[in-house]
């Protein structure tokens, strides 16, 4: 007879280790499970009144080491102590790209489109299309591209190639300032400028056709006005969307940081235009949407970019809006 068999009732109640670890059945060895190293598809619904809106990822931007120039005004140990005080890491500064797409009921609206396949700024960037399709909303649906400015990492997945447009049937919308100047080779002065020009140009240029110049106050569709937001660039607009008397403004990049930018707002961003007109700017767009306890979409924001603006003395705090898991 095996061990397995032989524990008496006797044996368990007076506890005898021995008879019973000698009975006891040895367990296979367990092998730990293959790291994965990959998200879910990353997109994000919530309600602007009777919109359907989706925040929709096209992964996050690496700007190096951070380094107090990036935020002009800043000292070094000011920056420093920004960073550490709100446990962001000293060798690492990071920017998501928060895409929205907006379903009006009448038109599925795409405001700005990520970077796309290009590394300039990290490997992770690119996934927008990818999750688009992880939302069930297929490029070909869109009817129309609204562009807050042509910065790379919010245009450049408007076409797939040479020739081939990623939302074929879609419209796009901007100002004609914005798209003045980054079609313009004379403004390729530097090295920077001349990847940034000389990339966008191929992004815009085979869509003169399908672009419709927009101006401040205009109600670009239904429930979208624009707002001229300039000094990050010449032609930046932000946007008010509306419906059922709920608003949400997508403010692009009239913010960077969700702690720089608030407890900093003054201070101007390094791929600025214009850093004091953009930190005017900035102000006039902040005092107005914590007055009025706005809504607000920050494109660069930690994702999804969701929130509220709130006074802090002289300067702001971003309050993320909770998650809601259940529409």
């Known amino acids: 007879m095996t061990a397995t068999a032989s524990v008496s009732r006797r044996d368990i109640l007076q506890g005898s280790a021995a008879t019973l670890l000698a009975a006891a059945t040895p367990l296979p060895a367990l092998a730990a499970a293959p790291m994965r190293n990959t998200q879910a598809p990353v997109f994000y619904r919530f309600k602007i009144g009777a919109f359907e809106a989706t925040a929709i990822s096209d992964g996050p ?10 935020f002009s005004g800043l ?31 009448r038109e ?9 396949p290009a590394t300039m700024m990290g490997s992770k960037t690119g996934r927008l299309l990818a999750n688009l399709e992880a939302a069930n909303i297929t490029p070909g649906a869109i009817d129309a591209v609204v562009l807050t400015h042509a910065h790379p990492d919010h245009c450049w997945t408007l076409m797939t190639g040479e020739s081939g447009r990623n939302f074929p049937n879609a419209k796009i919308y901007m100002m004609q300032p914005e798209f003045d100047f980054w079609t313009n080779e004379a403004n390729a002065t530097n090295d920077m400028m001349k990847a940034f020009v000389g ?16 101006k401040d106050g205009q109600e670009v569709l239904s429930g979208i006005q624009a707002i001229a937001t ?9 946007y008010m969307i509306t419906s059922e008397g709920k608003s949400l403004c997508n403010a692009g990049d009239i913010v960077h940081h969700h702690i720089l930018s608030m407890q900093k707002p003054r201070a101007a961003f390094a791929f600025d ?24 979409l920050a494109f660069h924001f930690p994702w999804p970019g969701i929130g509220y603006v709130a006074r802090q003395g002289d ?7 909770p998650f809601e898991t259940a529409l």
């Open 61 to 70: 931007l690496d700007l190096g080491e951070p380094k107090a120039e990036m």
């Open 75 to 105: 000292g070094p140990d000011e920056f420093k102590k920004a960073l550490d005080d709100n446990f962001l890491p000293a060798d690492k500064l990071s920017l998501q790209q928060n895409v929205l797409v907006v379903n009006t009921g």
């Open 108 to 116: 599925i609206v795409l405001f700005d489109t990520g970077l796309g």
């Open 199 to 214: 990339g966008t140009r191929k992004q815009l240029l085979p869509n003169r056709e399908h672009i419709t110049f927009i």
């Open 230 to 238: 300039p000094g990050h660039t010449i032609g930046h607009t932000s």
């Open 273 to 296: 235009a214009d850093g004091n007109q953009g930190a005017q700017t900035r102000m006039r767009m902040l005092d107005m949407m914590s007055a009025d306890k706005t809504r607000m």
């Open 315 to 321: 300067a702001y705090r971003y309050v993320p809006e």
